[in-house]
């Protein structure tokens, strides 16, 4: 039986991209396919035309809004690129829609076509700090309360700028500036995989084999030439006669019993009363 929605083809992505064209119009600001997928580059102020379009017009129809992501660019002037991903269901095919953004320019809210937009949205939101007009409910969604900056920018530190523990004096948990203490420490900025000059913790268990069984960073190989090495070597067996034989008088290995030739008759047994017909009755 033959799957309702058509198989994945390449020459889609063709058709698609020239459909999205007379689709967008001036919105459209490029159109590309790269690794095999379709993405769209169209204005901030015409967002909401071109998604609708792209949702509502025979040959695209893209239902669904399966996901909203942001890319931070720093060097450029508009530093993030928000991207829309989309999915028809009638077409099996999925795309990209781009748009840029900056700190001080608003993304238009696409809450009105998909009303799952919405925790979309403040995760953008809340990762980069992209502001989306039309948001009835713009706050962040996956940092504490209070937090401050956005995880997500390539500039936001690794260590963050406050950390928290339990206070057994206020009984409560407290936010503190994050403190690295480094008067201690040393950086000399070199792989130990790229051959280390100094020996790490540790690796003095590397130089021989340990015993067999035992953890080893040792190959198998290493291994198994260690335990060759600890095994007695034992003579190897005669070589094997051929088989004589079997004597089948005696019954020593066989279980079967000997045949009693002076064998005394049985007592008859006084509860077995014969029956006329030659047969024992009871």
Known sequence: MRAPAPAWAAQLNDATIDAARAAIGGALLDA?????????????????AALIALRDTPGLEYQQLMEIA????????ERFEIVYCLLSLTRNHRLHVHVGASED?????????????????????????????????LRRILTDYGFRG????????????VELRYSEEQK??????????????????????????YVL????????????????????????????????KQDAPAPSQPYAKKDTTSTAETGAGRAETDAVPKP????????????QNQ
């Not at 942001?70 to 002037?77: I, M, N």
């Not at 021989?208 to 600890?230: D, N, R, S, Y």
């Not at 008859?268 to 047969?279: L, R, W």
């Open 32 to 48: 590309v396919e790269i690794a095999g997928e379709v993405q769209l580059h169209v204005t901030r102020d015409g967002l909401v």
């Open 70 to 77: 942001g890319v931070d660019y720093p060097d450029r002037a």
């Open 105 to 137: 320019t608003p993304v238009p809210s696409v809450t009105d076509i998909w009303p799952v937009a919405g925790w979309l949205e403040r995760e953008v939101y809340d990762m980069y700090g992209v502001l989306f007009s039309g948001n009835r409910d």
């Open 150 to 161: 956005h995880p997500f920018r390539k500039d936001f530190p690794l260590t963050g700028f």
């Open 172 to 197: 409560r948990v407290v936010y503190e500036p994050v403190k690295l203490a480094q008067d201690f420490r040393t950086f000399d900025f070199e792989s130990p995989w790229e051959g280390a000059q």
């Open 201 to 232: 913790p540790g690796d003095e268990k590397a130089k021989l084999p340990e015993a067999k069984g035992a953890p080893t960073p040792a190959t198998a190989t290493e291994v198994q030439k260690a335990g060759a090495a600890q095994t007695p």
């Open 268 to 279: 008859a047994d006084p509860d077995v009363v014969p029956s006329k017909g030659g047969g």
